[in-house]
């Protein structure tokens, strides 16, 4: 199961090196593969990652000594957590990007460089812990493992693309390749360690929120000018292969 994890891991990498050559995706309208892919993120959050939390509820519960109650209020406050604190990153973002293409010299650049950091920082996280839950996650099986690295592949592209963006030259001299070491560091420490259930019940919940929140904020915005459509389809279709593999 490792050499598979880990050629999964190495897939993931190699989106993140060529996102860039992928140029039939920077067109507006939104791309439709794009959105088709953002749909498909969310199909998987819904009907795959939000089920497992229910596991989780009693790893919280067994391994915190609580009631059924507070496991479960704490697994969708972990996920609310996770939501808000990539929220709170992206809107950091975008008054730095509102206010230099307003006035360049408003944003200092020690400003400008904190806020790249802190922006790639919080990325290099969700990928280390993509990384991570390639090894360990609540559902173990080819089939789990095989829905996990197509939804988060998919997704990586959608994100990947937002960031590139945003970034613009510096994604291919730097944030790239943070990117890349960060899901490959994930997946060695998944398969270096075992860290407690209750902290992989943690990880995964955060990771949920992030989910639904980097997905949202690539559809939603409507500069992106994105495709109800695609999206529907792209949802609706990787919720049927979802519920067929059920």
């Given at each position: 199961m490792l050499?598979s994890?880990?050629?999964?891991?190495?897939?993931f990498?190699?989106i993140?090196?060529f996102?860039?050559t992928l140029?039939f995706?920077?067109?507006?309208?939104?791309?439709r593969w794009?959105?088709?892919?953002?749909?498909?993120a969310?199909?998987y959050?819904?009907?795959h990652i939000?089920?497992e939390?229910?596991?989780?509820?009693?790893t919280?519960a067994?391994?915190?000594r609580?009631g059924p109650?507070?496991?479960?209020?704490?697994?969708?406050?972990?996920?609310?957590?996770?939501?808000?604190?990539f929220y709170?990153?992206?809107?950091?973002a975008?008054?730095?990007r509102?206010?230099?293409?307003?006035?360049?010299?408003q944003a200092a650049?020690?400003?400008?460089?904190?806020i790249?950091?802190?922006?790639?920082?919080?990325?290099?996280?969700?990928?280390?812990?993509?990384?991570?839950?390639?090894?360990?996650r609540?559902?173990?099986?080819?089939?789990s493992l095989?829905?996990?690295?197509?939804?988060?592949?998919?997704?990586?592209?959608?994100?990947d693309?937002?960031?590139?963006?945003?970034h613009?030259?510096?994604?291919?001299?730097?944030?790239?390749?943070?990117l890349v070491a960060?899901?490959?560091?994930?997946?060695?420490?998944g398969?270096?360690t075992t860290?407690?259930?209750v902290a992989?019940?943690f990880?995964?919940?955060?990771?949920?929120?992030?989910?639904v929140?980097?997905?949202?904020k690539?559809?939603l915005?409507?500069h992106?000018?994105?495709?109800?459509?695609?999206f529907?389809?792209?949802a609706?279709?990787?919720?049927a292969?979802?519920?067929?593999?059920?």
């Open positions: 050499i994890t880990f050629a999964l891991a190495c897939g990498a190699l993140h090196v996102i860039g140029r995706l920077a067109v507006v309208p939104r791309s794009l959105s088709a892919a953002g749909g498909v969310v199909a959050v819904f009907l939000l089920p939390l229910a596991g989780h509820q009693r919280f067994e391994g915190l609580l109650g507070m496991a479960e209020a704490l697994v969708y406050l972990t996920a609310l957590i996770g939501l808000s604190a709170g990153l992206e809107r950091r975008a008054v730095y509102a206010r230099r293409g307003g006035n360049g010299a650049g020690a400003e400008r460089t904190r790249f950091w802190l922006h790639i920082g919080s990325f290099g996280l969700y990928n280390l812990l993509i990384g991570y839950l390639l090894v360990h609540e559902e173990a099986g080819p089939w095989a829905a996990y690295f197509i939804a988060m592949a998919l997704h990586f592209i959608t994100t693309f937002g960031l590139r963006e945003d613009a030259g510096r994604y291919d001299r730097v944030v790239r390749w943070i960060a899901v490959l560091a994930g997946w060695s420490l398969a270096a860290i407690p259930p992989v019940g990880a995964f919940a955060f990771l949920a929120g992030a989910v929140l980097n997905v949202l690539e559809e915005p409507e992106r000018q994105s495709r109800f459509w695609p529907f389809l792209g609706a279709g990787y919720a292969i979802l519920l067929t593999g059920w």
